[in-house]
């Protein structure tokens, strides 16, 4: 990369504020990741499970697995005996 590329994108690190609203989302965001995460320890979820320990409304648990599933940080680990959810456990 040539230098003066290296030196726009300093420029604009250094220049470009992140709002506070995304900050608060961001944090937000993560304290969720933190209890769903922390809901599984060892064991496999459904969503009605996860959504039962960490105390959230199931659309909403539903947006954050999907968000973690698409970052890596859980994976499917099949489906249930009934065929209605799929099963989620944490990405070794």
Known sequence: MDTTKKETFKIKRESHQVSQKTKDNQKAFNTVKKKI?????????????IS?????????????????LKFGSIQVAGI????????YKIKK
Do not use: C, H, R, W
């Open 37 to 49: 995460l922390e809901a599984f320890k060892d064991e496999e979820l459904t969503i009605p499970q």
């Open 52 to 68: 039962a320990k960490i105390g959230m409304n199931e659309t909403d648990t539903l947006y954050y697995v999907m968000s973690l």
């Open 80 to 87: 249930d005996d009934m065929d209605e959810f799929y099963i």
